[in-house]
């Protein structure tokens, strides 16, 4: 990624499936190790304290990339980190905050 319109290309999931994931995640939002995580208000890309109000679910590997809505693939995260990860995977997501840190420095 050398340039400001760096594009990822990738082969987009399976409609069915990617509906599929997005109703289990859902379901894990209404359960109690979902609510735990969300007490902290602490965003688990940037650390920021955020506040629970301000914490969204974040799939680490995201379904359009095969994610599932599993307890091993969902953080919270605040909403412009999510915002910002979109649809990269944790190697692309390391890559572009370390690119961050070499043009503010």
């Not at 995260?77 to 890559?95: G, Q, R």
Request: hydrophobic share 30%.
């Amino acid at each position: 990624m050398n340039c400001k319109h760096d594009f990822i290309f990738f082969e987009k999931a399976d409609e069915r499936e990617i509906k599929k994931e997005k109703e289990k995640a859902r379901s894990l939002k209404k359960k109690q190790w979902w609510k735990n995580k969300l007490a902290s208000g602490i965003c688990h890309y940037c650390g920021k304290k955020v506040g629970r109000e301000n914490l969204t679910m974040d799939h680490v590997v995201p379904l359009i990339r095969g994610g599932k809505s599993t307890k091993g693939n969902v953080v919270a995260a605040c909403k412009e980190c999510n915002s910002k990860k979109k649809y990269m995977t944790p190697v692309e997501w390391e890559e572009y905050i370390q690119k961050l840190k070499g043009e503010d420095g």
